[in-house]
Structure formats: C-alpha cells, structure tokens
C-alpha cells in the first residue's frame, strides 16, 4: 500500500509544485485522507521536491546554462560585471540567502508545529488574499531584466515564508514579483530561478540526512520516496509548461480561489474532528 501512496504523493507534489498554491499544504493535506492517515514529512516533502527542480532545470536548461556560464564568465573578467545574464546569477545568489539562513535556524519548528494543519489552513486564505492584492493592485510593467538588488532580497524574502507549508514557494515569490511591479512572466520566471539553488540545497540535505538516520524521511521508506521523487518530475515538467502558457492570457484569480476554498474547507475538516491537526 506505501508503493500506491506514494505513487499518489508524488503525482500531488508535481502537479502542485509550481502552482500558487502550495505543494507541502496538498501533501500534508492528502496525506491526512490516504490508508496510512500520517503527514509525510518535512524529509518527504523535501526529496520528492528534488524531482521538480530536475524539471525546471530541463524546461530552462538553456537560460540556467547561459546564467551559470557568463557569471562565472564575470568571475574571471571575461564577461562584464553588469551582463544582464552575469548580474541575474549575482541576485539568484543573494536572493536565495534569506531561506538557507531561515531553513537552518528553523528546521525543528518546520519539522513540526509549522505542520499543524490549522496553520495550513490559515495560510492558505492569507496568501491567496494576498496574491489576489497584488495580481489586481501591481501594475505588472516591469521585466526581469530591471530586477534590482533590492527587488532580489525582497523575493528571497518572500519565498523563505514558504518554509511555512500552505504559502507556497512560487506563490510567495510571484505575489512579491507582481506587487514590486513586474509581470506575470517575469514574476513566475524568476520564482522558479530563485527555487532551484533553494530545493535542491534542502533536498539533497534531507536525503543526506535520511540515508544517515534510517526512517527520518517519514513514513515512506526511500524506495517509496525516490519513486514519488520520480513520478513528480515528469509531472511537474508538463504542469511548468502549461502554467507559463496559461498566465500569459490569464490572471491568477482561479488559484486564489482555490487556495480560499481549500482554506476554508479545511477549517471545517479540522473544526468537526474529521481529521486531526
């Protein structure tokens, strides 16, 4: 049964990934209703997150090369320091300090009562009001190109809350990125830049750690875990294609709503002791 569960974690962890809507709050959540009745697991959760950032890298393969080369390019003086590509790999960089910071000082309230399902549940309405603020307010003009230092920090900053499961890395990020101004496109692109030093970092550090203390990835044994890691790359590869298209013709209003409802129901779980915080 573990093998079906985490066949279904994995296909929940890629499909929500990269959506504003929060990956960990869904695998928390799903896990609640599956035959075992347990929370994955931050370790879980992080190692299955390995197989979405393979995605990404594959989807930008060709932009994350290009960032990587010219930076180490300025390193060395053979680009110059001020190449948009060179200075983008400087703010990935800097923008991705806030959550390693965090994540360590953090990682015991992460681990644990950040999972109760009642804050689940109340950043999940938080949030969307919040993204649905800035995809009406922001004036959506600026490009990625015009992101500045301090525009990186501020993105960094907001994709640390999503060490808090039902903020959502991408959500936190973009909801930042469209209230500073930049576009949808800008905005989710560089959200999902920013998570790839961010997930892969926290991943491979909780798989370091799990195969160094059997049985700290949760429930699931690393089989299981590397088969839901598996299942949400391919997963996430089609989800980030289809997102990209969709916000070039479309708000994000249908994520606010969803993340409001989800919200709300959640409450109303947790409140008739249908399931347990």
């Avoid at 001020?82 to 959550?99: T, V």
């Avoid at 499961?165 to 920013?194: C, D």
Wanted: positive net charge.
């Amino acid at each position: 049964m573990n093998w079906l569960e985490s066949i279904i974690l994995g296909l929940v962890q890629g499909l929500t990934e990269f959506l504003p809507i929060s990956s960990s709050a869904h695998l928390r959540i799903v896990g609640e209703f599956l035959p075992n009745a347990a929370d994955p697991g931050a370790a879980f959760t992080a190692i299955t997150q390995i197989g979405t950032e393979l995605a990404v890298l594959i989807f930008f393969w060709k932009d994350i090369v290009r960032i990587i080369s010219r930076w180490f390019g300025s390193l060395v003086g053979k680009v110059a320091r001020n190449d948009p590509d060179a200075r983008m790999g400087w703010l990935i960089i800097i923008g991705s300090i806030p959550i390693a910071v965090l994540g360590l000082l953090l990682e015991d309230y992460i681990d644990s009562s950040f999972r109760s399902l009642w804050i689940v549940a109340t950043m999940l309405i938080v949030f969307g009001v919040l993204l649905a603020a800035a995809d009406t307010l922001g004036r959506q003009v600026k490009p990625l190109e015009k992101l500045s230092v301090k525009d990186g920090i501020l993105f960094g900053l907001a994709q640390a809350l999503a060490l808090i499961p039902g903020v959502s890395r991408s959500g936190g990020t973009i909801t930042m990125g469209l209230a500073l101004g930049y576009t949808r496109e800008a905005a989710t692109r560089y959200a999902f830049l920013l998570a790839v030093p961010a997930v892969f970092a926290s991943g491979f550090y909780k798989l370091f750690k799990s195969l160094a203390e059997p049985g700290a990835q949760g429930p699931y044994g690393m089989g299981e875990t590397l088969l839901a890691t598996g299942i949400a790359f391919v997963t996430a590869y089609v989800v980030i294609g289809w997102l990209m298209r969709f916000i070039s013709t479309n708000s994000y209003k249908p994520f606010v709503w969803y993340r409001i409802g989800l919200g709300l129901a959640l409450y109303l779980l947790l409140g008739f002791g249908v399931i347990s915080a």
